[in-house]
């Protein structure tokens, strides 16, 4: 891989005697790092730590995670282990037991989503924001299969949210960067690499900026970052932020055995990562809490009209049994399909559909056409589904991987039932068993289509 020279300059200037040990670092083989979902799976005692995430794990090598039925159950998340210091941010400056409205304001693909679902409280709503249509599906995808249930998947652009004043308590911005933190993990980076870019991403980060930072709240904090080291998009674009509002800068407590550079220019408080000094790839983030204190309005609220609508009793009463603690939902309809959202956030949902674009919200539980009612798959991969209230069956691998192959499979017994499909009692999907045959009904756009070798186990790195 070849540096850009312009490149290889500034960061000979900024780092110094380092400048070496960086340069060799980009060209080590990537680290592979995973975080778990609690509330799917263990945390595994065999795998070395992220220092700054309670979830994070290191793998020793990297093995095709498309054939591992796991992450398709949304057991896990690969994730680059220098992005999930976005967990110390919150942990350190929000109190994360109270309910929360919180904004991911460029989600795709979804790891920072996940990440911030995983911390929240069951009270709080997390907005997952992404401008790129086909992107905020694949984000939706990710969502899904994480399965919260307080999550709402947006498509709009950063302006749009100027609808919500003052609706959000935390704001993560992941701007859209010039990439050199990624130059380990992809040489095409570096070909698309320049100073041109560059001021166009540092230009383009403070529109995003000044875009939504009045749907932030008064005392609201902004965690912002980029997989970028140049200054010109990381304190430099804080500095500018400050010139522009009244902001605090915020100092977050690093173990120094971490390798994470502390930096403070003009006030703002930065925390860079190095492939030579951290394992993980490059990536900058500030905080910053938002001068003022938010005042809740006075007086009587205007009579409000909905744009959700509740389901029918009969509806209610086909699917309120298919989550635990059903009680805590408001359980809505939409055309066909019946969905579940959390009554706690059920008014600031609403807020959201009536101002911006929904992909999707809360849990999609079931299609209701006539008297034939289906469940569908947000339901088998949500964290809230009662087990109990359906059949079911685990798969072996070769069969959970035929399963996510939309192959037709046999269970070896008949019946007329959904049956809910297992891999090591984690949820995969629905199928339909009429008599002794099967129909599958995984999505089909989240199909694997990698061909399943022979070899399995070796394929999966076991």
């Not at 942990?91 to 995983?118: E, F, M, N, R, Y």
């Not at 999707?360 to 299609?367: D, F, S, V």
């Not at 995969?428 to 068993?433: D, M, N, R, Y």
Request: aromatic share 10%; with cysteine.
């Amino acid at each position: 891989m070849e540096l850009p020279q312009s490149f290889s300059t500034r960061m000979q200037s900024m780092l110094d005697q380092e400048y070496a040990a960086f340069e060799s670092a980009l060209h080590d083989a990537a680290p592979v790092s995973i975080r778990i979902n609690r509330r799917k799976a263990e945390i595994p005692t065999s795998l070395e730590p992220v220092n700054w995430s309670k979830t994070g794990f290191y793998l020793q090598e990297r093995p095709l995670f498309t054939l591992d039925p796991s992450i398709h159950a949304g057991a896990y998340y690969v994730q680059e282990a220098s992005s999930m210091f976005l967990e110390q941010a919150l942990v350190q400056t929000t109190d994360l037991t109270a309910p929360l409205q919180v904004l991911d304001l460029c989600g795709a693909p979804g790891g920072k989503s996940t990440h911030i679902a995983s911390l929240l409280s069951e009270d709080s709503l997390l907005v997952s924001n992404e401008v790129i249509r086909s992107r905020s599906h694949i984000l939706a995808e990710n969502i899904t299969k994480w399965g919260s249930g307080n999550v709402v998947v947006t498509n709009n652009d950063p302006r749009d949210f100027s609808k919500l004043p003052a609706f959000f308590d935390v704001m993560v911005v992941d701007a859209p960067c010039s990439g050199e933190g990624m130059f380990r993990k992809d040489s095409q980076a570096t070909q698309e690499w320049s100073e041109e870019n560059v001021n166009l991403c540092s230009q383009r980060q403070q529109r995003i900026l000044m875009d939504v930072w009045d749907a932030l709240k008064p005392g609201g904090i902004l965690i912002y970052s980029t997989c970028t080291w140049n200054e010109s998009e990381n304190e430099q674009n804080m500095s500018w932020l400050a010139e522009q509002h009244d902001l605090e800068s915020l100092a977050l407590t690093l173990d120094p055995d971490w390798g994470i550079v502390a930096t403070n220019q003009n006030g703002i408080n930065g925390y860079r990562f190095y492939p030579h000094r951290v394992k993980g790839e490059g990536f900058f983030m500030a905080v910053v809490r938002k001068s003022g204190l938010h005042e809740p309005a006075i007086g009587k609220a205007k009579k409000k009209k909905y744009k959700l609508t509740a389901a029918g009793k009969k509806e209610k009463t086909l699917v309120e049994n298919w989550l635990v603690e059903a009680d805590n939902f408001e359980i809505l309809q939409y055309g066909e399909v019946i969905s579940a959202i959390p009554q706690a956030i059920f008014e600031a949902v609403d807020d959201i559909y009536q101002k911006l674009y929904v992909i999707y919200a809360g849990t999609e539980i079931a299609e209701v056409n006539g008297k034939k009612t289906k469940p569908l798959q947000a339901l088998a991969l949500s964290q809230h589904l009662n087990r109990k209230a359906f059949k079911t069956v685990d798969l072996d691998l070769e069969h959970a991987l035929r399963y996510l192959r939309k192959e037709d499979i046999s269970l070896g017994s008949g019946g007329n039932d959904w049956v809910l499909l297992q891999y090591k009692q984690l949820p995969l999907g629905w199928a339909k068993q009429i008599g002794s045959r099967i129909n599958n009904y995984y999505p089909k756009e989240w199909r694997i289509r990698m061909e399943i070798p022979k070899d399995l186990k070796e394929s999966l790195g076991s």
